[in-house]
């Protein structure tokens, strides 16, 4: 069983910063995909990063250039750094983790692991 924790979320103003930071434990390993999904009532869940065991990291258009996506595989962390936020960046977070590696086509379905999530408010 693998366990996920995020942490970070809160309010800030747009243009501000938050970074958000995911603690996994359990059996995981570097060679799995990470990611950090958003979502909103009523819409589905949005990938917004992920990174593989490479650390090569893809991006939801929206977020590029804004946001980044980093791992610490010794300690079991994931991050998102997000800056430049905007009010519509306001969701509630969740970081995922699948086994194997990543593919811009995964949507949340392809994840096998989920956190419980951390809100995310942009007032302008």
């Known amino acids: 069983q693998v366990d996920l924790v995020e942490s970070g979320g809160g309010s800030v103003q747009a243009g501000g910063s938050l970074r958000l930071s995911c603690v996994s434990s359990?059996?995981?390993?570097?060679?799995?995909?990470k990611a950090w999904f958003r979502q909103v009532p009523g819409k589905e869940r949005e990938k917004v990063a992920d990174?593989?065991?490479?650390?090569?990291?893809t991006y939801a258009d929206s977020v590029k250039g804004r946001f980044t996506i980093s791992q610490d595989n010794d300690a079991n962390i994931h991050t998102l750094q997000m800056d430049l936020l905007k009010p519509e960046d306001t969701a509630m977070y969740y970081c995922?983790?699948?086994?194997?590696?990543?593919?811009?086509?995964?949507?949340?379905?392809?994840?096998?692991?989920w956190g419980r999530g951390t809100q995310v408010t942009v007032s302008s």
């Open positions: 359990g059996y995981t390993y570097s060679s799995w995909c």
């Open positions: 995922a983790t699948k086994r194997f590696g990543c593919s811009k086509n995964y949507d949340a379905r392809a994840f096998d692991f």
């Open positions: 990174i593989d065991r490479f650390s090569i990291t």
